[in-house]
């Protein structure tokens, strides 16, 4: 999955705030491929494990409740440049922070409830398409 793809998760705020179909329009507008996808939801241990990379960080058992909570989209995108165009096409972390336009900027609400998740290298894209998907369910 390197250089063209990256993987998203449409977090359980976005889910349950309805915001599912408006984010996969503006993520095809924005040229992305969908070649896998998936609602389900995390476990605290999955959450856990996918988030082990803050573990030391003091938002860390926060995160895994939240991502934990409820359900979520789970997608691999593809398009050249995927990674550093997604996180442009995401905004900051910070809703407050987003440029106009972006994914956080229309759907999230906080640092904590930001709507969407993006990979933030091509290594951690393809740890992550693979924590989510088997490569069967790519296409």
């Known amino acids: 999955m390197s250089g063209n793809r990256t993987l998203t998760m449409i977090k359980p705020d976005g889910v349950r705030d309805g915001h599912i179909g408006a984010i996969l329009n503006d ?63 995401i905004g900051a972390t910070n809703p407050a922070n987003a440029e106009p336009g972006t994914l956080r900027a229309k759907y999230a609400k906080s640092m904590g409830e930001n709507a969407v998740h993006g990979s933030d290298s091509d290594e951690n894209a393809a740890i992550e398409g693979a924590f989510h998907f088997a490569g069967v369910e790519m296409f």
């Open 27 to 89: 993520i095809n507008a924005a040229g992305f491929r969908i070649v896998a996808m998936k609602m389900t939801q995390l476990t605290k241990a999955k959450a856990g494990e996918f988030y082990a990379v803050h573990a030391e960080r003091p938002f860390y058992g926060e995160l895994v409740d939240f991502m934990s909570s409820g359900p979520i989209v789970a997608a691999i995108l593809e398009k050249d440049n995927a990674v550093a165009d997604f996180r442009t096409l």
